[in-house]
């Protein structure tokens, strides 16, 4: 899957080293799903793009991001980025009520602007490597560190504390989780078409491109360039 590139391609310093030792585990459970992807998920997200008003389409990608908001609050708060978490506070206060339940983003406007923080970046902030790279059946891109912290972030999710008998929560999550996968997948239909131009091998692009993403968001873009690693190799040489 490409969800979990969202953002992937933009902040990247450098080209990742990482090893990937569950290589041939991995490209069989990407192809598995892109296999997914071109049957079920991609019409899908065709044809939502196609039929939804931009306005309603960013409304609905709004609304999500902002259900966000309290997992990136407490993980700012575990990491003790106290002046982001306020930031971020206001950002949720403002766009769930002057903004509509998070449709509309007043927040941006008004100078509070989005910030990305998930347990997975939290370990990292404190010195839990990523450890291998890692691809989920159906969720995509991943490593150990951020599939462990996926469990964390779900007790940050509103969605989780839904009120009613097992068949209306499990509707509701699958409803949700649903439009969810079908909108971000309909906003990465223009970077797919970059990605198949530019990428050789999909598998190593897309985790490569995982990779760098991650690592910039844990070091809050403090990622040294390649100039930077050329200046320090041969500092010793002036």
Request: aromatic share 10%.
């Amino acid at each position: 899957m490409l969800l979990p590139l969202q953002g992937s391609l933009s902040g990247c310093a450098s080209l990742s080293t990482s090893p990937d030792p569950l290589e041939p585990l991995n490209r069989r459970i990407f192809g598995f799903n892109q296999a997914v992807d071109e049957v079920i998920l991609k019409p899908l997200a065709v044809t939502y793009q196609e039929l939804t008003p931009e306005p309603v389409n960013q409304g609905i990608t709004n609304f999500f991001s902002n259900l966000s908001e309290l997992s990136v609050i407490a993980n700012d708060l575990l990491q003790f980025k106290l002046k982001q978490a306020a930031s971020d506070s206001g950002r949720f206060v403002i766009n769930t009520t002057l903004g509509l339940l998070g449709f509309l983003d007043l927040a941006t406007h008004f100078g509070y602007p989005k910030n990305y923080e998930d347990f997975g970046q939290t370990l990292g902030y404190w010195g839990v490597g990523s450890g291998p790279y890692l691809v989920l059946p159906l969720l995509g891109p991943s490593s150990i560190r951020d599939t462990a912290g996926r469990g964390v972030d779900g007790f940050f999710d509103p969605r989780s504390y839904v009120a009613g008998n097992d068949d209306v929560v499990l509707r509701w999550h699958v409803i949700t989780n649903g439009i969810y996968a079908v909108d971000q997948r309909a906003s990465l239909l223009e970077i797919e078409k970059v990605m198949k131009t530019a990428a050789l091998d999909p598998y190593t692009y897309m985790r490569d491109a995982y990779l760098q993403r991650r690592e910039y968001l844990v070091k809050d873009g403090n990622v040294p360039t390649q100039e930077d690693e050329f200046d320090e190799l041969f500092s010793d040489l002036e």
